[in-house]
């Protein structure tokens, strides 16, 4: 398989899943109170959000690579 299918399958597959998911979700903990032996944390959720955009961008950009390295041979 040509570089060019390659990378353009690994756009599809990207920019499905941005248009699926619509951001990145983590976790982190954050430490609120420290006092000797005594510890207390906290959790927090954070989204990095990610525009449909991207993905639609992403996917076309795929199906083009794929096209134009399946010309090509």
Not at 15 to 41: R, S
Not at 58 to 71: D, F, M, N, P, T
Request: charged fraction near 15%.
């Amino acid at each position: 398989m040509k570089t060019a299918s390659v990378a353009g399958i690994m756009l599809i597959v990207l920019g499905v899943i941005a248009l699926a998911y619509q951001g990145i979700n983590y976790t982190t903990q954050k430490k609120v109170l420290d006092i000797g032996p005594i510890q207390a944390t906290k959790e927090e959720h954070k989204t990095i959000p990610v525009p449909p955009i991207v993905g639609g961008i992403a996917l076309i950009g795929g199906i083009a690579l794929l096209v134009a390295g399946g010309r090509d041979s």
